[in-house]
């Protein structure tokens, strides 16, 4: 008799044979610029601590501040035990910085996403879902029960025809990613909302990686493309730009109040830490004092973005900070990050499952936090590695 978890080492054993084992590197410091990571000092080009606020000193001023007052854990569910005004005062304070009726926070950003879509669809009900959407929107799609309809990534046109050849449906829900995680594009929601105005289907965007980045001083994607009270469900989180961890889910009141209902991460699972809402009302209070940091990254992120391009590397279709340098085949964009890594640069290469099989690339997340210097450095590493490994 075999093993019980025979299987298992056959198939760690084919993904380190496909160069698609990933290796988890140990970090020694706080979050920053430059990083302790297995004990070397490196440039970071790896985190999505867009405005540098995961160790900002009015964050982590306001986080002991909380403990302070509320200590470290919420001791039971919110609808069990009672929630904090801290909880309160964070979603009455995100609502408007979003500019909605109202707000709810969860745990994380994928717990936002596995509690929205099973409270508005189900058997019966039929998601829109662009390909490329992320795990946690796919994952939601799939606990809801609901008929999972991919339309071609940021494809009006696939998703109009999608919309027409599903004639027997109850709910309908269209859900899109509002930057997508691994190309950095940004999806085209004026043109989602026509279509789902058209057809009287509400409309929702993960804006994981727009909070904190799009709009004016960072308040997402809806204000980015002046489309206030016309996005029926905005998913966020608090771990990317906010620096902290958290998820939000963002709306009508009469959404909210049908979450605190039904959504089952929030009925099932204990909120959010006292530390993380202190220090994410502390980075509303930042974004909502001065737009020095977002204006800040997106300098970063242009002259980057500018510089790879201008060495010959292929960007793919990068409208953000999140710039991929776009390699082909896992083993060669593992390579690439290893002796960029030998050279003091820490950028993960990002292969299959998380992106398609010959597509690998190096990820590299741009920030406030880097200075000039440090970009160009980055610069200078990529230039040399990519001529090591004939990529440019
Ligand atoms: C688009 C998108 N949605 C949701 C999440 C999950 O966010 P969190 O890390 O807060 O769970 C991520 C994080 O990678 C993301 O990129």
């Known amino acids: ?50 405005l540098g606020l995961a160790n900002h000193p009015r964050l982590t001023a306001a986080a002991h501040a909380a403990i302070d007052r509320m200590g470290v854990g919420p001791a039971a569910v919110r609808t069990i035990a009672g929630t904090t005004d801290l909880h309160t005062e964070l979603e009455r304070r995100l609502a408007a910085f979003k500019g909605v009726e109202a707000a709810l926070t969860f745990q994380s950003g994928f717990n936002a996403n596995i509690a929205v879509i099973p409270a ?27 008929k999972i309809v991919a339309y071609d990534h940021n494809s009006v046109g696939d998703l109009r025809a999608k919309i027409a050849a599903e004639t027997e449906y109850g709910r309908r829900l269209i859900i899109t990613d509002g930057v997508f995680s691994m190309d950095g594009d940004i999806a085209p929601l004026p043109d989602l909302y026509t279509v789902a105005a058209e057809h009287s289907i509400p409309l929702m965007v993960d804006d994981a990686h727009g909070e904190g980045v799009l709009g004016r001083g960072g308040r997402g994607i809806v ?85 790879l391009r201008s060495m010959g590397f292929d960007t793919g279709v990068s409208q953000t900070p999140i710039v991929p340098v776009m390699l082909g085949e896992a083993p060669l964009a593992q390579q690439f990050s290893r002796q960029l890594f030998a050279e003091g640069v820490f950028a993960m290469a990002i292969g299959f499952p998380t992106v398609a099989k010959g597509k690998a690339r190096i990820r590299v997340m741009n920030s406030a936090a880097h200075s000039m210097s440090d970009l160009e450095t980055a610069l200078a590493t990529f230039e040399k590695v990519g001529k090591a490994l004939g990529v440019i």
């Not at 189900?122 to 796919?138: E, Q, T, Y």
């Open 120 to 146: 508005l669809v189900g058997k019966g009900d039929v998601i829109f879902s662009d390909r490329l959407n992320h795990a946690s929107i796919i994952d939601g799609c799939r606990l809801s029960g609901a």
């Open 1 to 50: 008799m075999s093993a019980p978890f025979a299987w298992i080492e056959q198939e760690l054993a084919a993904l380190r044979e496909q160069g698609l084992f990933n290796t988890i590197r140990t970090i020694g410091t706080a979050q920053g610029a430059w990083l302790e990571v297995d004990g070397q000092r490196v440039l970071n080009l790896c985190s999505n601590n867009y």
């Open 223 to 307: 204000d980015h493309f002046g489309l206030h009270g016309k996005v029926d469900v905005e998913v966020g989180t608090m771990s990317k730009a906010f620096g902290t961890v958290g998820g939000i889910v963002a709306g009508r009141q009469v959404l909210v109040d049908w979450l605190r209902q039904r959504a089952r991460p929030f009925l099932f699972s204990s909120a959010m830490t006292a530390p993380d809402v202190g220090a994410c009302l502390a980075a509303v209070d930042l974004l909502e004092e001065s737009t020095e940091l977002v204006d800040r990254l997106w300098a970063n992120a242009r002259f980057f973005r500018d510089g």
